[in-house]
């Protein structure tokens, strides 16, 4: 039985494959810091949920006891007869189990709040993530990257030139 604030299954699923075939693009609200200080509570998701290609530094929305999750790709292992993706949180020390690729139900394209808009799919972008995705693996293993991490994820977002 679904949780306050849960759907079934296939009411999700049903739903999702609703605003593929429109060829809409849904958004959804960010709960939680796992992803801070890129992506942080209330930032509002721009997702597209038939992603084409699935690449380390991307960010994509999987489903977990019956909750969607946002997390960072730091891994995709090939394994017949499925792919499996390492998935991470920018602001968590553990990854999480590894899922599926058929779990993904969309890429994470970009993020709006009332301050500003971004854009995941722009060259500075498509050149930054791959980089988190590393980063991210070696700050999960030690409490010091991680607070060294942090503040230079601050310099990079006041900082980084526009390509």
């Given at each position: 039985?679904?949780?306050?604030?849960?759907?079934?299954?296939?009411?999700?699923?049903?739903?999702?494959?609703?605003?593929?075939?429109?060829?809409r693009k849904p958004r959804m609200r960010m709960?939680?810091?796992?992803?801070?200080?890129?992506?942080?509570?209330?930032?509002?998701?721009?997702?597209?949920?038939?992603?084409?290609?699935?690449?380390?530094?991307?960010?994509?929305?999987?489903?977990?006891?019956?909750?969607?999750?946002?997390?960072?790709?730091?891994?995709?292992?090939?394994?017949?007869?499925?792919?499996?993706?390492?998935?991470?949180?920018?602001?968590?020390?553990?990854?999480?189990?590894?899922?599926?690729?058929?779990?993904?139900?969309?890429?994470?394209?970009?993020?709006?709040?009332?301050?500003n808009k971004t854009d995941y799919t722009t060259m500075?972008?498509?050149?930054?993530?791959?980089?988190?995705?590393?980063?991210?693996?070696?700050?999960?293993?030690?409490?010091?990257?991680?607070?060294?991490?942090?503040?230079?994820?601050?310099?990079?977002?006041?900082?980084?030139?526009?390509?």
């Amino acid at each position: 039985m679904p949780t306050e604030g849960q759907f079934p299954e296939p009411l999700v699923g049903a739903i999702w494959s609703m605003w593929g075939q429109a060829e809409r693009k849904p958004r959804m609200r960010m709960i939680g810091n796992s992803m801070s200080p890129f992506i942080n509570e209330d930032d509002i998701l721009l997702i597209d949920p038939k992603p084409k290609t699935i690449r380390i530094g991307d960010v994509v929305i999987y489903r977990r006891e019956g909750k969607c999750i946002a997390h960072r790709v730091v891994g995709i292992k090939k394994s017949k007869p499925k792919k499996l993706l390492l998935l991470k949180g920018d602001n968590v020390f553990g990854s999480d189990p590894p899922v599926p690729g058929e779990m993904v139900i969309g890429k994470v394209l970009g993020k709006e709040n009332a301050s500003n808009k971004t854009d995941y799919t722009t060259m500075r972008w498509l050149v930054l993530n791959p980089i988190m995705a590393v980063v991210s693996m070696l700050v999960g293993r030690s409490h010091i990257f991680y607070r060294i991490f942090r503040r230079l994820c601050r310099l990079l977002l006041r900082g980084l030139p526009k390509l």
